[in-house]
């Protein structure tokens, strides 16, 4: 089955005072129909402008992009604005993770629910209406007859994230890219949409793309999961390979660094240092400056992605690094 | 044995007003009456979600806003009614770390005199002692000698949040207060701030009172916890019993909804229905009645008492009348 989603060497440099900031450096994964992919890491590895990138909001003013985007075979970087505004809202939609910023605050839920129809559908204003408070319903907003003329600011903050998610998903598309949609809420508001999130998957077979730091929220989510840093992707896998057995130094330590709600741990591992500036990446591996394992080979060569094990990509010389990986988990009960 | 902190019964209103003439229409009750002790080398750490109160708190112990009424003692003396003289001593002692390490230092001061600051207020060194002091601030939370010269944007927010960790260290106090020091950062970031917090914390036997909404960081470094809804603590206890058997439907819900990072754990994702109600206008009865699964009539009309469990545990919930 061709993939719905097919991202292949995806480069994104900003032009700043210091030259060029790879901000996004050659990222290639694709998605099938139906399927949710999270993209984790921390501040600054790519992982929003990726998710930008693809739908085509990083501003080309200020910003060179290469490589390309094939939605349903079309390659979305090549596409007019005109072709891309008629694509995004209908088979490609997109959740933020502070809703007030997308929604308009002077126009009613409703107004910009129907908005959405009559653009891309062609509705009549009462189809669209009646549409709209459906949807609502659908993401288990209480009274929707009701809450369809209240303005945005007027629901909190978990309600207005579920009308964003109402909008993304009026037109049925084959793609939504989350970006840190639960982020900003509390965590037993952030189950509730994580929840409703997973019920209208199953339903509508839309795929996902999460974006997210949070690897708690990556267990809940993925079937599979691309960790990010410095720009690149380190390191792929399917979610229970990544969490069981991860393949790369940096996915170790994250998982390390987590606090855990089982137990307390004697010490967090501490991933020592911080990411490199995009303007001044080092020679070789990007992670090596900061990695427990890292050699001359790593801080001279930088490692290719390559599969080490079947479906479990790795961007590490040391990999596989089931001796190594066991060891560094269990640092913090040692230190 | 003193607490460093103890907080007696803390109650904090705020008016709100509206309308023309500014008329007092509501009273939203922030802090409801909570008393909590954080003893030396302990953190006391208070959890739960937006609007629950537990900033407020913190600013309450800081007397950075008046308590309605309550009591509140540092080291056994009186904060509330101290002098101005003995309150500015007493301030040394208590210090704080907030969750914005970009918005809590002077973005035109040097590092150096950031730190040097509280040295001068508060006497703690000689005027010829200040610059070594100021190197040794510097080396305890991690970072080189030379970063006294530099200016809080050149460092990254970690680095900003051990400087912050340095000027609270500066006065030599007996507790700090943490208002969410660790939300603003990456994980890995997080890890190094925890890690440093509990050495610092065993090195010198100060009092942390934590504030968060992150139950996990909670569980990593707290001893004690309270765990609190609109503006009251729901339950008490000891970090580890607390975590492994919460008692209050609240606790639970908390720990269900929180995502734990282990595909294996998806399924027992737990889900509380509704949100947290305005702190103006509470549900009458149980606070949390309308989400809680096991409400019964008497919820809907009654507060629960508070009930000493034992070993240290306290809930306020009618599940546990005998």
């Known amino acids: ?335 | 044995m003193t607490s460093v902190i103890e907080a007696v019964g803390l109650v904090k209103h705020f008016p709100v007003q509206t309308g023309l003439f500014g008329r007092v229409q509501a009273r939203v009750k922030a802090v409801d009456g909570v008393s909590f002790a954080v003893d030396a080398g302990e953190t006391f750490a208070i959890v739960g979600e937006s609007g629950c109160g537990k900033s407020t708190v913190a600013r309450l112990v800081l007397r950075l806003i008046e308590p309605t009424a309550g009591e509140l003692r540092l080291e056994g003396r009186d904060l509330l009614n101290a002098s101005p003289a003995e309150l500015r001593k007493l301030r040394g002692k208590l210090q704080i770390v907030f969750q914005d390490p970009y918005g809590s230092l002077n973005p035109r001061m040097t590092v150096g005199d950031t730190l040097a600051e509280p040295l001068m207020l508060h006497e703690v060194v000689a005027p010829s002692r200040r610059s070594a002091r100021v190197a040794e601030l510097l080396s305890l939370v991690g970072l080189r000698a030379d970063a006294a010269r530099r200016y809080p944007h050149e460092f990254s927010g970690g680095q900003r949040q051990r400087i912050a960790i340095a000027r609270a260290l500066a006065a030599d106090p007996r507790a700090i207060v943490c208002d969410e020091p660790v939300s603003a950062l990456d994980v890995s970031i997080q890890a190094q701030i925890l890690n440093l917090l509990a050495e610092l914390q065993q090195r010198f036997g100060l009092a942390y009172l934590f504030i968060s909404h992150d139950l996990a960081v909670v569980r990593q470094i707290a001893t004690k916890v309270a765990v609190m809804y609109l503006g009251r603590f729901v339950e008490t206890g000891d970090a580890d019993r607390l975590f492994e058997r919460p008692r209050h439907p609240y606790t639970k819900a908390l720990r269900g909804a929180s995502p734990v990072p282990d595909p294996r754990a998806r399924v027992a994702m737990a889900r509380i229905e509704g949100e947290v109600p305005s702190a103006a206008a509470p549900p009458p009865g149980c606070h949390f009645h309308p989400r809680c699964p096991h409400a019964s009539e008497r919820c809907r009309v009654e507060y629960p008492a508070w009930k000493e469990l034992g070993q240290g545990r306290g809930v306020a919930c009618h599940l546990f009348d005998a």
């Open chain 1, 1 to 335: 089955m061709s993939p719905l989603l097919d991202v292949e060497d995806l480069r994104v440099a900003f032009r700043t005072d210091r030259g060029p900031a790879l901000a996004v450096d050659r990222v290639s994964f694709a998605l099938a129909p139906g399927e949710a992919v999270c993209i984790v890491g921390e501040s600054g590895c790519g992982k929003s402008v990726t998710a930008l990138s693809i739908m085509g909001l990083v501003p080309r003013a200020n910003a060179d992009l290469g490589g390309a985007v094939r939605f349903e075979g079309r390659d979305l970087l090549r596409l007019s604005d005109a072709e891309l505004a008629d694509l995004r809202g209908d088979r490609l939609a997109m959740i933020f993770q502070e809703p007030m910023t997308s929604l308009n605050p002077a126009f009613t839920v409703g107004s910009q629910l129907a908005e959405v129809l009559i653009r891309h559908r062609g509705a009549s204003k009462a189809d669209a209406r009646a549409a709209a408070i459906e949807m609502l319903r659908h993401v288990r907003i209480p009274a929707p007859e009701k809450r369809i003329d209240e303005f945005p600011h007027r629901l909190s903050g978990g309600m207005r994230q579920r009308v964003m998610i109402a909008m993304a998903l009026l037109c049925r598309p084959r793609l939504l890219i989350a970006d840190e949609p639960t982020t900003a809420l509390d965590v037993t508001i952030q189950a509730q949409v994580l929840e409703l999130m997973r019920a209208l998957r199953a339903e509508l077979r839309t795929a996902i793309l999460l974006i997210t730091h949070d690897l708690g929220v990556v267990a809940e989510m993925a079937d599979r999961v691309i960790v990010m840093y410095a720009g690149q992707i380190v390191e792929e896998a399917r979610v229970d390979a990544l969490f069981a057995l991860p393949q790369h130094p940096y996915t170790v330590g994250l998982l390390g660094a987590i606090p855990s709600l089982a137990g307390r741990k004697r010490r967090l591992a501490a991933i020592e240092g911080m990411v490199p500036a995009a303007t001044a990446m080092p020679a070789g591996c990007r992670f090596a400056p900061r990695c427990p394992f890292a050699d001359d080979t790593c801080r001279r060569e930088a490692p290719p992605l390559v599969e080490v094990k079947a479906g479990h990509r790795s961007r590490c010389w040391k990999a596989p690094l089931e001796g190594l990986a066991a060891s560094l988990a269990d640092l913090p009960e040692a230190a």
